[in-house]
């Protein structure tokens, strides 16, 4: 046995830090395709851009254009009292698609609450994001289905865990080869999400340390929303959260969130640079929530219209329709097919919320342990007789 | 059958655990090559290497955090938080995503960590070095909380706790550790089942009930009284959550008198669970009201005073003449 592995002093990886240079505060970005449509150049991202498929920029489209769809109609079932809360996406979609198209199935990912973009590219039911938020679920789907863990509310409590579970994988890894394996047995990465908010929580800091000390196959991904719902991501650092990554020891990268070819670039970098063994990298994706935090929130009341307005034009979905029509890689009947697919999914995301029925308390008392509990037992048992104390009193009401 | 301290035992049943379980690994500050500060991991990370006895960063949420991701992945940690006092930054983890990730899965997901704490005062240590903060965890469900009083349910408790397939939080006398004690490794006896309470000695005037540290004294005040003409039963409750009610009922139909004792202030406690239990199962039982005997609703006092603070043999005898006098 060696001792601790440490980053190596040259700290690997870092050209494409290059955003970051010197002391002061950069806020140059990864950028491939501008709110204009055209697709720029960048020295190390190009060539991740040039591998897509028009098949796959199609996808990116079809998936923006998808989520987005499902935000309104959940939305919508909010507003008419069918879910107690929402928590929109809308203007977040590239970094969600693009970052989820990036990774592999055995990757494995730990979401905030708003990541209903990356759940799709996951296969996660879409339906199934909602029983939460309906209240008849804390969780709603099996993660271990596709490797995409439950929705985690007290913020950034999950980039620890995406650090210990990039351990284990490290740990299977070497398990893995001590058993012959091949050197690729067994290769895969994390990615904690987490927004500009809950990166002054102490458990980003926290598992930035775990994981630079172990170099741990994880890649943070930030979306800078620029708002923790009302508070300004100015309160929450003076300098591009990208920036920190250097003070932990490996490389941070800013991109343009709303470019979905360069988010999904940099992301597959970042998943192929944690995965080779080389550690954590930290994306910034800078974005902007041009909805509200969620159905409770009012964001008139701490930001101006016209801040908004500048996002929307720089809207991630109308800059890649610009793109794949001036390059002919979709036509009309494209769109329309995306528009009747979105609303498709909207009348079934509809149906099955309308259809879901409230689960009994005595299911409750069934995983508050693994085990078997005395007490636990007990309290259910007196509920039983309580209840059975009721019956008889909903006939007669009826009657 | 050998005879070991508490703190050997420990690390003995650690030893057992990692040569038995693959899966199982250890976390903590300074518990490498150091051993830890109180050496219960002593020589570990020669034999099993650093990845499964792994040095941390000085980070308790880290440690948890970390922890319940490996658990998520199929790994087995055990974590030593190194003071009792030193919790806090992990209790955010411990209380909102440990304690209910099964709960919140619907049984899809295990999270079966194990959190090692040295608690308790008596050992003339600085602030935070001498809490007992059991019922902060025991008002949480989703935990188990254990706390063995000698070196045989030291050795079996802690195999037991990495075997559960549910988190439990793993309380150390840290006072005790260097109590010695008969260990049969190759039998637990009556320690195979870790919720189970022990009546340690019989009686039949009353019971005393005590956890972790104040076992000996419990033991110790039961003698004392048996000079003066009194039959104590002393129970080592040995889990504090779940709490083996059934035999501390017991008990009590037999003695009709309660005293619980543990460190921790009694307002708002586990000896005040135990006596509304007890008053539920047993009111005709009872030939005086359930008594406490524990810490005061103060912060843990500096080390000069601790022994006024801490319940010894004559608080006990204290409350057990009030309760005879009743």
């Known amino acids: 046995m060696g001792s601790t592995q440490l980053p190596a002093p040259g700290l690997e990886g870092m050209q494409a830090d290059r955003q970051i240079v010197g002391d002061e505060p950069s ?90 973009g990356v759940a799709l590219t996951r296969n996660v039911d879409l339906a199934e994001l909602l029983r939460q938020f309906r209240g008849i679920t804390n969780g709603g789907w099996d993660p271990n289905e596709n490797n995409f863990h439950l929705y985690t509310l007290v913020l950034a409590a999950q980039t620890l865990h995406a650090v210990g579970y990039a351990m284990g994988i490290q740990r299977d890894q070497k398990a893995a080869q001590d058993q012959g394996g091949s050197k690729d047995a067994g290769k895969a990465a994390v990615v904690a999400y987490f927004g500009d908010g809950a990166s002054s929580e102490g458990d980003v800091h926290e598992s930035m340390v775990f994981a630079s000390s172990y170099k741990a196959p994880v890649v943070f991904f930030c979306q800078n929303n620029h708002y923790a719902i009302s508070v300004p991501s100015s309160v929450q650092t003076r300098v591009p959260l990208a920036n920190r990554a250097k003070g932990y020891g490996f490389p941070g990268i800013r991109v343009d969130g709303n470019d979905v070819i360069a988010v999904h670039a940099v992301t597959e970098w970042a998943l192929e640079h944690a995965r080779e063994g080389n550690g954590p990298v930290l994306i910034e994706a800078y974005t902007y929530r041009v909805g509200a935090h969620t159905t409770a929130d009012d964001p008139t009341k701490y930001r101006l219209k016209e801040e908004e307005t500048s996002w929307r034009d720089k809207d991630p979905l109308e800059r890649l329709e610009t793109y794949l029509r001036a390059e002919g890689l979709a036509d009309d009947d494209f769109f329309a097919k995306v528009k009747a697919d979105g609303d498709e999914l909207a009348s079934y995301i509809r149906r099955t919320t309308l259809e879901l029925k409230a689960p009994e308390i005595r299911a409750s008392f069934e995983n508050v342990y693994a085990e078997a509990h005395p007490l636990v037992a007990e309290e259910l048992a007196w509920f039983e007789e309580y209840s059975a104390g009721f019956e008889g009193d909903e006939e007669e009401e009826a009657n | ?322 309760s005879l006098a009743y």
């Open chain 2, 1 to 322: 059958m050998p005879t070991m301290t508490i703190a050997k035992a420990i690390n003995e049943g650690l030893r057992a655990t990692l040569s038995k379980n693959p899966k199982s690994l250890l976390m903590g500050e300074d518990i490498g090559k150091l051993g830890g500060v109180y050496r219960v991991t002593d020589g570990l990370i020669k034999e099993f290497g650093e990845d499964r006895v792994v040095d941390t960063p000085l980070a308790e949420s880290g440690i948890i955090g970390t922890a319940i991701g490996l658990a998520l992945r199929g790994y087995k940690p055990v974590c030593e938080i190194q003071f009792d006092g030193f919790v806090f930054p992990g209790f955010n983890q411990i209380t909102t995503q440990l304690a209910k990730m099964h709960a919140r899965s619907h049984g899809q997901l295990n999270v079966p960590v194990v959190i090692r704490i040295p608690y308790g005062g008596g050992i003339g240590s600085v602030e935070h070095h001498s809490e007992s903060p059991e019922a902060l965890f025991a008002h949480t469900a989703g935990l188990r909380i254990v706390s063995p009083s000698n070196a045989h349910d030291a050795y079996w408790m802690i195999q037991q706790s990495v075997e559960s397939k549910d988190p439990v939080i793993f309380f150390e006398p840290k006072r005790r550790y260097w109590l010695k004690g008969e260990v049969d490794t190759q039998e637990p006896g009556l320690a195979a089942d870790l919720h189970k309470a022990h009546v340690l000695r019989q009686g039949t005037d009353a019971t005393i009930v005590a956890y972790g540290p104040l076992v000996p004294v419990a033991l110790a005040a039961a003698n004392a009284a048996e000079e003066d003409g009194h039959s104590l039963e002393v129970i080592d409750l040995r889990s504090i959550s779940p709490i083996d009610f059934d035999t501390v009922t017991e008990s009590v139909k037999k003695t009709g008198r309660l005293i619980i004792a543990h460190e921790a202030p009694t307002f708002g406690g586990i000896g005040g669970e135990i006596a509304a239990r007890i008053s539920e199962r047993a009111f005709l039982h009872l030939e005086a009201p359930v008594l406490r005997v524990g810490g005061f609703h103060m912060p843990y006092p500096v080390a000069k005073v601790e022994e006024d603070y801490l319940p010894d043999i004559d608080r006990i005898l204290e409350a057990l003449d009030r």
């Open chain 1, 27 to 116: 806020t140059e970005m990864v950028q491939l395709l501008g709110p204009d449509g055209k697709l720029g150049a960048d020295p190390v991202f190009s060539d991740y851009a040039k591998r897509l498929e028009p098949e796959q920029l199609r996808g990116f489209y079809a998936d923006m254009a998808k989520i987005r769809r499902f935000d309104q109609e959940a939305t919508a079932l909010q507003r008419q009292g069918e879910l107690a809360l929402w928590v929109p996406l809308t203007g977040q979609e590239a970094a969600q698609i693009g970052s989820g198209r990036a990774t592999q199935p055995q990757d494995y990912i730990f979401p905030t609450y708003r990541e209903h």
